[in-house]
């Protein structure tokens, strides 16, 4: 939508207070806006509703009007302005009880929606004192794509000579509802098909802008112009033929849908209500002359809001607008009842909107009377009362009579009828005095009653009140006094009462005057004079008349506090701790004498607290007792009757300093060392009024009466040095300010601290024993205090050692030692003063001892105990490889019988310096066994399955160590012998063996275990089995073998004595089973055939046929070397079954036969059709197939897959139900 440039709504143009829009007039001929006779006229400029008007101000700029509005025009030489209109529009001039309006109207040939080609109108004469106008239409009744394709557009033209595109419609309003600058907010929602049409619109409009419009778009905007919209542009105008070709394409795909929308019929008014009503119109339609769009173009688009207005003053009054949507259909609500109204429909559709239909009209009906208004007191007695009453809006019936409920003075809330008629007032007796009264009041017409009206209250009258006492005074002031009066004696409570209050002021001679009326019992009169008498009066008054007044009172307002006494000053020189104040009278003592002065004092600048140092009526004072060099502020304040004056101004005063006083005695700060001392001092309590800037501290040495200054300065410590320890030396101290140095202080002793003591000379070491020493030394020079303690430190290392004792002794046990090891040691003194210097370190030697306990005794394993050669002069590294190895089936025969022996090993212990030369090893009752230096022995001859309690002792040159610690070990039983082998069960590939006695599978509580070896092709025995059980079966052997084998047995004895060697042989293989031999009838014999098998190791293989006839045994019907037979004379009735089987014909042993072939069924021949026959064949065939059984391992193998299958499934089922 196009923007205006300050456009002003129409409700502000039809105010009055918006002056007219037009140049001031000479100030000799005043404008004549009544009539048109004058040199200057009013021209009231008619704006119909969406149209806009345009007028130059004075300063330059454009300013909009829309309609509708009357923008009234002055006419400097009394003739009407001319009017340019655009092509289609003529002017026409109407006078009106002596006001000329201009109208623009169409000419006849013009029709909605058409355009006239646009052409320059000739200049307009000149009017000096007139602004240009432009008729301008709204925006809403004609989109912008209508006037943008104008390049250049009006706004660069002249004012005067600018031309607008007006709408069809020329209806004149002279009263119109406010309508929005820019257009209504509901409308700027587009559908899809308005959108694409005001697409289209768009770019043809681009395009004819650049075709024709190209040179007028040059000019920039000017600084005190609009800015550019639809409707103004800046360009230059184009050429007349141009516009007219834009306009006229735009014209031709708008025009239809202008007319569209203007089509609309009148609503339909159904439902009428008193106060509302319901509306329904049918949307335009496009009309029977139009083409209907052609293939390719875009179908216009449907009117998409709709707005209804409605005028309740005559079909050409106000409109309003009551509805803006889309729907077809509108309830009107809160309108007037028994009213006659006018409603019209406009359609709009995005930019466009048509022309408002036909208006119909309705009556709405008729209903009970408004709410009346409350009843109003006419006049009252003190026992009746008259009422007054307005008529309400009857609504469309005539009120009949009215309805008045009182409460009849009982203050209940219940309400009884006390009148009922025709009249509009009422009144009412017999009512008591001075009494309140409720009443309410309601209409009634044909149509009912109306709702009661507010509840109002009134009080009846009563007797003129008596005199009030007279008034008393409440608190006085210094100009106003408070009053207060009590209300009449005798005074009904319900009785309003007023009061007023005169007073007459002492000496003035006018009388009393009223200073208040009104309901309250006390007033504060204001204004007064200070210290001034004013006499008083009540008078109470009501409905019926006053009262005498009371007795006069008389109060006296209070005197004003005095001013601020003058000329506040010091009376000579300032001394350090006083000075003399003087001070004259103030000049308005506030209408009373002044009583007293009061001075205040306050110390230092920032006036924390004023203290009081003087009272009195004497004009001058003392103030003593100050600090010197101090800063004081003093000031003074008068009192009278009327109250305290105001402060002076604060007045400064500087008192002159004096010397400091005496400091207190200065102090060690921390302990006294002993070469140096360190001195703090405070600053003195009394400065003197200045700041110590300096301070003098003096030593006195002992012996010595004169002192010595050791520093001077401005700090509050210092340090005094080259002292020497234990010495008790004297200070003191003074400070200076600018007014000199004050006195000293006392004399404070302090005495050196003691010195850390000397070295001590190297400490004498004297060995007790191979574990024990005893340290000793001297005292060394303490230096001024005696030694405290001494600290020994001792060490194997001179770089580690520790401190082991902190005593007042002068030698210290060592405990604890090892024989034969070198220590360091020395020592330290220490006293109050601190530590002193450790002495040189001293190296000692404890002498050598018998070796140390064996701490770590290990038993050997058994394979550490077999017999080797080289066993005595194998290492440590040796033996730890033997253990890795793996054990060799034929290891070397133990020499050491775990059960008989035992074998130990232990660590070697200190020697203690002295090499060990043998090992004893106690037994317990048997002998003790001793041993050379070394760490291995294995002792023999014992028991088997006996426990021993062994411990090991080491010795030296010097003796017998400590034994260790005891342990028991235990020898093991005696191992089991062999058991006897045997061959249970034997195959052409397997042997079964059995041993001892006890059941095949090994038990779990069995500690018995067997070794069962067989001898291999290189004689050698391999191991086979070794565990518990009883039973094994050798595999994979060769036919017609025999196989050497030995067994032993073991437990946690050891491993028994192999047995002798047993031998077993395997048996010859039989011949392998052969195929399902093949059986063919010839007439009425058959022949049967069968595979060949090779010779096995040499031995020829020879067959072995039988036959079977019916429900018979098998019979042998050929035993030899070939592969097939013929079987003559078969029975036709009887079946036959064949098998054959492998026979191996040994050299030196019996023939072996081997399994026999599936067995293979001949049928009986049938007579039969050849179908049956055929068939029948079929049969055979089949029947003659070979069945195949599976073997031992098929078998195993099918049954585990099936439990693994089982088991998945089980699996499955748990992971899915049960865990899930």
Same mark, same amino acid.
């Given at each position: ?96 009880? !002596? ?405 007459? @002021? ?41 009262? /005498? ?163 001077? !300065? ?107 090891? /070198? ?134 040159? &010097? ?91 073991? /437990? ?110 001949? &049928? ?28 031992? @391992? ?27």
């Amino acid at each position: 939508m196009a923007e205006h440039t300050s456009p002003l709504e129409s409700g502000q143009l039809l105010s009055p207070d918006i002056p007219m829009l037009t140049s001031p007039p000479p100030p000799s001929h005043p404008p004549n806006i009544v009539n048109g006779d004058g040199p200057q006229q009013v021209i009231l400029v008619q704006v119909n509703p969406g149209e806009a008007f345009t007028i130059q101000r004075d300063d330059g700029q454009f300013q909009c009007i829309t309609g509708p509005a009357q923008v009234p025009m002055m006419s400097p030489n009394g003739s009407v302005p001319q009017i340019y209109v655009p092509p289609g529009y003529v002017q026409q001039i109407i006078e009106e009880n !002596g006001v000329r309006r201009v109208l623009v109207l169409p000419q006849t040939e013009f029709h909605p929606g058409g355009h006239s080609p646009l052409h320059h109108p000739p200049p307009p004469p000149p009017h000096a004192h007139m602004q240009a106008f432009i008729p301008h239409p709204h925006i809403m009744h004609a989109p912008p794509h209508l006037y943008s394709g104008m390049a250049g557009g009006t706004g660069d033209m002249n004012p005067q000579y600018i031309s607008q595109y007006h709408p069809a419609h020329t209806t004149i309003y002279s009263e119109q509802d406010t309508h929005p600058p820019h257009g209504r907010a509901a409308f700027a929602h587009r559908d899809e098909r308005a959108s694409k049409t005001y697409e289209r619109l768009q770019k043809k409009l681009k395009e004819r802008q650049g075709v024709g419009g190209g040179g007028g778009g040059g000019l920039a905007p000017s600084k005190d112009s609009p800015p550019p919209s639809p409707q103004k542009s800046r360009g230059t105008p184009p050429s007349g033929g141009d516009l007219q070709n834009g306009l006229g394409e735009l014209d031709e795909e708008a025009k239809a849908f202008q007319e569209c929308l203007n089509s609309i019929c009148k609503p339909v008014v159904t439902d009428i209500q008193a106060r509302g009503a319901s509306l329904s119109w049918v949307a335009p339609s496009r009309t029977e002359g139009e083409d209907e769009p052609k293939e390719g173009e875009e179908v216009p688009a449907e009117p998409s809001a709709y707005e209804v207005s409605v005028s309740y003053s005559g079909k050409d009054g106000k409109y309003k607008t009551a509805y803006s949507g889309e729907e077809l259909s509108a309830t009107l609500q809160d309108l007037r009842p028994a009213t006659d109204y006018h409603v019209r429909v406009q359609a709009m559709c995005n930019c466009l909107q048509g022309v408002p239909s036909e208006p119909v009209s309705f009556t709405t009906l008729s209903c009970e009377p408004d709410t009346p208004s409350p009843p109003r007191k006419a006049s009252g007695t003190k026992s009746s009362l008259v009422l007054q009453w307005k008529a309400p809006c009857d609504n469309g019936s005539k009120i009949q009579n009215y309805i008045l409920q009182w409460d009849e003075g009982k203050g209940t809330g219940q309400f009884e009828q006390c009148y009922y008629g025709p009249q509009k007032q009422y009144r009412l007796t017999k009512l008591s005095t001075a009494s309140r009264y409720s009443f309410r009041l309601a209409a009634k017409n044909d149509m009912g009653v109306s709702e009661f009206s507010e509840v109002v209250h009134i009080m009846t009258s009563c007797s003129v009140p008596a005199p009030p006492l007279s008034p008393e005074l409440i608190q006085p002031g210094v100009t106003w006094l408070c009053v207060r009066w009590q209300r009449p004696a005798g005074s009904p409570k319900e009785d309003d009462i007023g009061y007023v209050l005169e007073m007459e @002021e002492e000496g003035s001679g006018y009388g009393f005057q009223a200073s208040y009326d009104g309901d309250e019992l006390s007033h504060t009169i204001r204004n007064l004079h200070r210290s001034t008498t004013y006499r008083f009066r009540v008078i109470a008054y009501n409905a019926e008349g006053k009262s /005498n007044p009371s007795a006069v009172s008389e109060f006296t307002t209070a005197p004003d506090r005095p001013g601020c006494p003058c000329r506040l000053a010091v009376k000579g020189k300032p001394h350090p701790t006083s000075f003399r104040l003087t001070w004259d009278p103030p000049k308005d003592n506030g209408g009373s004498d002044v009583t007293k002065y009061v001075v205040e004092l306050s110390e230092g600048l920032s006036v924390s607290s004023w203290n009081q140092v003087y009272s009195g009526l004497a004009m001058e004072c003392v103030c003593d007792g100050l600090s010197p060099g101090c800063s004081y502020q003093t000031r003074v304040h008068c009192i009278s009757a009327g109250g305290e004056s105001p402060l002076t101004e604060a007045l400064q005063v500087q008192t002159p300093p004096v010397p400091p006083g005496p400091c207190q005695p200065p102090r060690v700060v921390g302990k006294p060392k002993a070469r140096e001392v360190q001195i703090r001092w405070v600053p003195p309590l009394v400065d003197g009024g200045s700041a110590v800037s300096s301070y003098s501290l003096e030593m006195f040495v002992p012996q010595v009466e004169e002192g010595r200054e050791v520093y001077q !300065g401005s700090e509050l410590d210092c340090t005094v040095g080259s002292l020497l320890p234990g010495r008790t030396y004297g200070f003191r101290i003074r400070g200076a300010n600018k007014a000199g140095f004050g006195p000293f202080s006392e004399r404070s002793e302090v005495t050196t601290g003691p010195g850390a003591p000397e070295m001590c000379r190297p400490p004498h070491v004297t060995c007790k024993s191979p574990t024990c020493a005893v340290v000793s030394w001297e005292a060394p020079p303490c230096n001024g205090a005696a030694v405290s303690e001494y600290r020994l430190e001792w060490g194997a290392a001179e770089g580690s050692m520790q401190l082991c004792y902190t005593g007042a002794a002068l030698s210290h046990e060592m405990r604890g030692l090892l024989p034969a090891t /070198n220590y360091f040691c020395r020592v330290q003194a220490v006293n109050v003063a601190g530590v002193g210097s450790f002495s040189d370190g001293v190296l000692c030697q404890t002498p050598c001892s018998v070796p140390a306990t064996v701490s770590s005794v290990h038993a050997l394993r058994e394979s550490e105990m077999r017999v080797d050669c080289r066993t005595t002069e194998r290492g440590e590294d040796e033996e730890e490889e033997e253990e890795e190895e793996e054990e060799d089936e034929e290891a070397t025969p133990l020499l050491y019988s775990p059960s008989t022996c035992l074998g130990l090993r232990w660590e070697a212990p200190c020697d203690h310096g002295s090499e060990i030369t043998s090992y004893l090893i106690d037994l317990g009752e048997k002998q003790p066994i001793l041993t050379g230096p070394v760490t291995k022995y294995i002792i023999q001859n014992l028991q088997p399955d006996t426990s021993y309690r062994i411990r090991i002792q080491a010795l030296n040159s &010097l003796g017998a160590g400590p034994f260790s610690h005891t342990f028991k070990l235990k020898t093991k039983p005696l191992p089991p012998l062999p058991p006897r082998l045997e061959c249970t069960a034997s195959s052409h590939q397997t042997l079964r063996l059995k041993w001892g006695d006890g059941p095949g599978k090994a038990q779990p509580t069995d500690s018995l275990q067997y070794h069962l070896q067989m001898e291999d092709k290189n004689g050698r025995f391999i191991s086979l089995y070794k565990g518990p059980c009883h039973t094994h079966k050798v595999q994979r052997l060769n036919e017609s073998t025999s196989y050497a084998f030995r067994i032993q047995a073991f /437990n946690e004895a050891g491993e028994g004595p192999f047995s002798t060697v047993y031998t077993f042989t395997t048996p010859l293989s039989p011949p392998a089973p052969l195929k399902a031999p093949r059986v063919e009838r010839v007439d009425e014999s058959c022949e049967v055939s069968w595979e060949t098998l090779p010779p096995m190791k040499g031995d020829p293989v020879i067959y072995c046929l039988q036959s079977m006839q019916g429900n018979s045994e098998f019979k042998q019907i050929y035993k030899g070397s070939a592969t097939s037979f013929q079987l003559p004379n078969l029975s036709s009735s009887t079946d036959y079954r064949f098998r054959v089987c492998g026979i191996r014909q040994c050299q030196d042993a019996p023939e072996i036969i081997g399994p026999y072939s599936s067995t293979v069924i001949l &049928l009986p021949p049938r007579i039969d059709t050849p179908g049956a026959s055929g068939a029948t064949g079929s049969k055979a065939a089949e029947a003659q197939k070979p069945k195949r059984s599976l073997t031992d @391992e098929q078998f195993s193998f099918l049954i585990i897959a099936l439990l693994a299958v089982t088991s998945i499934l089980i699996a499955v089922a748990i992971q899915y139900f049960v865990i899930e």
